[in-house]
């Protein structure tokens, strides 16, 4: 099977998660066809302005799909590039699900400047509650969840607040109410070159650990020197 439908067009960015009885969900960004499901993919004639559709589908351990996928958002997005002159425009969603099928997906909206969310669902597929602002900025974003329902997010991102210091980590995490637990971490301790892409995990208790890489210039012109770092942290 497939999770995106044959009139489903532009589809990418895919993240999946599955739940102790081998139910799973797929997110992705992408549309379907005008009018079917409320999405576009692409420009909006005149507008400068780019069209995205955060979706789901579940689908059982025995393989039967939703008919449909759902729509989380309708995201209308300004075309603007990012540093390394890639339209900044995407919001592909990491998805994550708690053992009894309940899940989460993160992704990031059309408000300015792209602002992260994350919105929990049943493992039937309905919402539990609006989108959960998580930050004013972000990309690349990570997400788990714990039995209890504990969510922690993950995303790489420019803070308003420190401009100076260039691409740097975040985590957050919040209570199964959705509550803050902790504002946003800064995850990396050095600001020097760029820190990007993190990657997350969590145990039981809520401990977590996030990964992600860090380039850092070598000394020589043009010359930068990748690495993979990784830090942990109690849980709350």
């Given at each position: 099977m497939v999770a995106t439908p044959a009139l489903s067009t532009g589809s990418a960015g895919p993240a999946v998660a599955m739940d102790d009885a081998g139910d799973f969900v797929v997110a992705w960004a992408g549309s379907t066809s005008a009018g079917v499901i409320g999405g576009l993919y692409g420009a909006i004639p005149g507008t400068g302005a780019t069209v995205r559709s955060v979706l789901f589908r579940r689908v059982t351990a025995a393989g039967r799909a939703d008919p449909l996928p759902t729509v989380v958002e309708r995201v209308v997005l300004p075309d603007r590039y990012d540093r390394a002159g890639e339209v900044a425009n995407d919001v592909q969603p990491a998805v994550a699900m708690e053992p009894d099928g309940d899940f989460a997906i993160a992704y990031r909206s059309g408000e300015a400047p792209q602002a992260l969310v994350a919105r929990r669902y049943s493992a039937l597929g309905r919402p539990l509650g609006d989108a959960l602002p998580v930050s004013p900025f972000g990309r690349s974003i990570g997400l788990a969840l714990t039995a209890t329902g504990q969510m922690t997010v993950t995303w790489d991102g420019q803070s308003p607040q420190t401009p100076a210091d260039g691409i740097d980590v975040f985590a957050r995490v919040f209570g199964a109410d959705d509550a803050p637990l902790t504002a946003a971490l800064r995850v990396n301790a050095t600001v020097a070159g760029e820190q990007s892409a993190p990657s997350l995990?969590?145990?039981?208790?809520?401990?977590?650990?996030?990964?992600?890489?860090?380039?850092?210039?070598?000394?020589?012109?043009?010359?930068?020197m990748p690495d993979v770092l990784a830090r942990r942290y109690r849980g709350h």
């Open positions: 995990a969590v145990d039981a208790s809520g401990d977590f650990t996030v990964t992600w890489t860090t380039i850092i210039p070598s000394g020589s012109p043009g010359l930068f």
